[in-house]
């Protein structure tokens, strides 16, 4: 490999001859080779907006000439639109704040741009990374705003993917409306439902989420780009913060809109906090829907039985026929590792220090990495396993009539301890609730027939009176 030497204020380093990073990326990689784990595409481009903005702006208010800032912009286009991204080499578990992250693209945008004006890597003269691309700005600036743009990206993308699940829970809840069985408390037999309705409480309970994220989302519009080192301003014109806001705006499609309040934006990470809480909570409703599905899907011999998961791949390498819920089972896997990233978000945004949260990187590496396979297997699971869902009707409606739940039906004609009685007898005898509450004839068998109505028994609102 062939190097170039470039320096910085602590000495001279190598740096690959056909890199567009520089020196101060190249100290990172050398200081920091401690995982494979390089940004997430949308990190990339959100920071390389930024940077796109910043150039635009300080043109605006003249602070920097024309020339450089058209192709500082030209360059950031090409990496918005796909080019160089194997150039964003800075691994996640880095120096503090996402000051090398900030470098790396200023110096490929840079390098870019010198090249686009016929000069060779590394000839700062030309443009150069902190005096022209990070002009106006600062890590401590950057970064946060760069946070804002990628989470949401990424909320947005997730809440249409809840919505697809949501609508495919309450597909499969009209298709099983009419399928009657045993409720379950405590794991043990209860009051009978509908199948479609417990597919329903599915439903629903994913779908709070969206209201969840359209509240951060809306909070994360707040950016405090201007703010520079620690939220005074200092060396970013007033003028250049207004243009940034609006131009930053327009090319992503976000309402964004200045901090209140600059310090207080650029140290807390609490809004960040609160969106993981959004991933959070969505895994943990998930880790419980997929363990329902989990129960009623088991056997098929010793199970619940009552519904199949579509099968997707062979379940053991010995026992021959085996069928896991293998989806469930990757969404449950995958809503434990959200929730240990929420953890990691937590701590780090209790450990900020006086102007500034230098835990950052891995802050916004937890939540990209949340939203994104949050996202993902949400979209499988949908696609390969809650459509393809089947019930066992025959199953279930056999059942449940047997269940010491439907006996609740006669609480409220003969009490509780009468009722208990056609219970005991009917689990001795093997029979029915209704089979038996006739054969003790403790009402007419005409009001039993209304009482255990299959649709009766799960619907509140239809009442029967006292007879």
Same mark, same amino acid.
């Given at each position: 490999?062939? &190097?170039?030497?470039?320096?910085?204020?602590?000495?001279?380093?190598?740096?690959?001859?056909?890199?567009?990073?520089?020196?101060?990326?190249?100290?990172?990689? !050398? /200081?920091?080779?401690?995982?494979?784990?390089?940004?997430?595409?949308?990190?990339?481009?959100?920071?390389?907006?930024?940077?796109?903005?910043?150039?635009?702006?300080?043109?605006?208010? @003249?602070?920097?000439?024309?020339?450089?800032?058209?192709?500082?912009?030209?360059?950031?286009?090409?990496?918005?639109?796909?080019?160089?991204?194997?150039?964003?080499?800075?691994? #996640?578990?880095?120096?503090?704040? @996402?000051?090398?992250?900030?470098? /790396?693209?200023?110096?490929?945008?840079?390098?870019?741009?010198?090249?686009?004006?016929?000069?060779?890597?590394?000839?700062?003269?030309?443009?150069?990374?902190?005096?022209?691309?990070?002009?106006?700005?600062?890590? !401590?600036?950057?970064?946060?705003?760069?946070?804002?743009?990628?989470?949401?990206?990424?909320?947005?993308?997730?809440?249409?993917?809840?919505?697809?699940?949501?609508?495919? &829970?309450?597909?499969?809840?009209?298709?099983?409306?009419?399928?009657?069985?045993?409720?379950?408390?405590?794991?043990?037999?209860?009051?009978?439902?509908?199948? @479609?309705?417990? &597919?329903?409480?599915?439903?629903?309970?994913?779908?709070?989420?969206?209201?969840?994220?359209?509240?951060?989302?809306?909070?994360?519009?707040?950016? /405090?780009?201007?703010?520079?080192?620690?939220?005074?301003?200092?060396?970013?014109?007033?003028?250049?913060?207004?243009?940034?806001?609006?131009?930053?705006?327009?090319?992503?499609?976000?309402?964004?809109?200045?901090?209140?309040?600059?310090?207080?934006?650029?140290?807390?990470?609490?809004?960040?906090?609160?969106?993981?809480?959004?991933?959070? /909570?969505?895994?943990?409703?998930?880790?419980?829907?997929?363990?329902?599905?989990?129960?009623?899907?088991?056997?098929?011999?010793? @199970?619940?039985?009552?519904?199949?998961?579509?099968?997707?791949?062979?379940?053991?390498?010995?026992?021959?026929?085996?069928?896991?819920?293998?989806?469930?089972?990757?969404?449950?896997? #995958?809503?434990?590792?959200?929730?240990?990233?929420?953890?990691?978000?937590?701590?780090?945004?209790?450990?900020?220090?006086?102007?500034?949260?230098?835990?950052?990187?891995?802050?916004?590496?937890?939540?990209?990495?949340?939203?994104?396979?949050? !996202?993902?297997?949400?979209?499988?699971?949908?696609?390969?396993?809650?459509?393809?869902? #089947?019930?066992?009707?025959?199953?279930?409606?056999?059942?449940?009539?047997?269940?010491?739940?439907?006996?609740?039906?006669?609480?409220?004609?003969?009490?509780?301890?009468?009722?208990?009685?056609?219970?005991?007898?009917?689990?001795?005898?093997?029979?029915?609730?209704?089979?038996?509450?006739?054969?003790?004839?403790?009402?007419?068998?005409?009001?039993?027939?209304?009482?255990?109505?299959?649709?009766?028994?799960?619907?509140?609102? #239809?009442?029967?009176?006292?007879?």
């Amino acid at each position: 490999m062939e &190097f170039r030497t470039e320096h910085d204020y602590l000495g001279e380093v190598e740096v690959p001859k056909a890199a567009y990073w520089g020196v101060q990326t190249q100290r990172a990689v !050398n /200081n920091f080779p401690i995982s494979e784990i390089k940004p997430y595409p949308e990190f990339v481009t959100s920071l390389v907006m930024v940077k796109r903005a910043a150039a635009e702006a300080n043109m605006k208010v @003249g602070l920097l000439d024309a020339k450089k800032a058209k192709v500082i912009m030209q360059a950031a286009d090409e990496i918005i639109k796909g080019k160089l991204r194997d150039q964003f080499v800075v691994g #996640v578990y880095q120096a503090g704040a @996402g000051t090398s992250n900030n470098m /790396n693209a200023n110096e490929v945008i840079a390098n870019m741009a010198i090249e686009s004006l016929g000069g060779k890597k590394g000839d700062y003269s030309i443009i150069h990374p902190n005096d022209d691309v990070n002009k106006s700005q600062s890590t !401590n600036d950057v970064i946060p705003t760069t946070m804002r743009l990628t989470t949401i990206t990424l909320l947005l993308r997730l809440k249409d993917t809840v919505d697809y699940m949501e609508k495919a &829970f309450m597909k499969k809840s009209k298709e099983f409306d009419g399928i009657v069985k045993s409720g379950r408390t405590h794991l043990m037999d209860a009051a009978p439902i509908r199948l @479609g309705q417990e &597919f329903e409480a599915w439903a629903r309970i994913i779908g709070k989420s969206k209201a969840r994220i359209d509240s951060i989302v809306e909070k994360l519009m707040e950016i /405090n780009i201007g703010a520079t080192a620690v939220g005074t301003g200092l060396n970013a014109n007033p003028e250049y913060r207004k243009y940034a806001i609006e131009i930053l705006s327009k090319l992503s499609g976000y309402n964004l809109r200045p901090a209140e309040f600059l310090p207080e934006a650029t140290q807390s990470m609490s809004d960040f906090l609160e969106a993981s809480s959004v991933t959070r /909570n969505l895994a943990a409703d998930l880790v419980k829907v997929t363990g329902d599905l989990r129960l009623l899907n088991s056997g098929p011999i010793t @199970g619940f039985d009552e519904i199949s998961l579509p099968a997707l791949q062979p379940g053991s390498s010995i026992m021959p026929g085996k069928v896991n819920p293998g989806m469930a089972e990757a969404v449950m896997m #995958v809503s434990y590792q959200v929730i240990g990233n929420d953890d990691a978000i937590l701590l780090s945004t209790q450990a900020g220090q006086l102007e500034l949260n230098v835990t950052m990187p891995l802050v916004i590496y937890c939540l990209t990495h949340s939203l994104t396979i949050l !996202n993902n297997v949400c979209r499988l699971f949908v696609d390969k396993a809650v459509l393809g869902i #089947v019930a066992h009707k025959e199953r279930m409606e056999r059942e449940v009539s047997k269940t010491p739940g439907v006996g609740l039906a006669l609480n409220t004609y003969i009490g509780y301890e009468k009722s208990a009685e056609v219970v005991k007898r009917a689990l001795k005898e093997g029979k029915s609730i209704k089979e038996v509450a006739k054969e003790m004839k403790v009402l007419p068998e005409k009001q039993l027939d209304e009482i255990f109505d299959p649709f009766r028994l799960t619907s509140p609102d #239809v009442k029967l009176k006292k007879k």
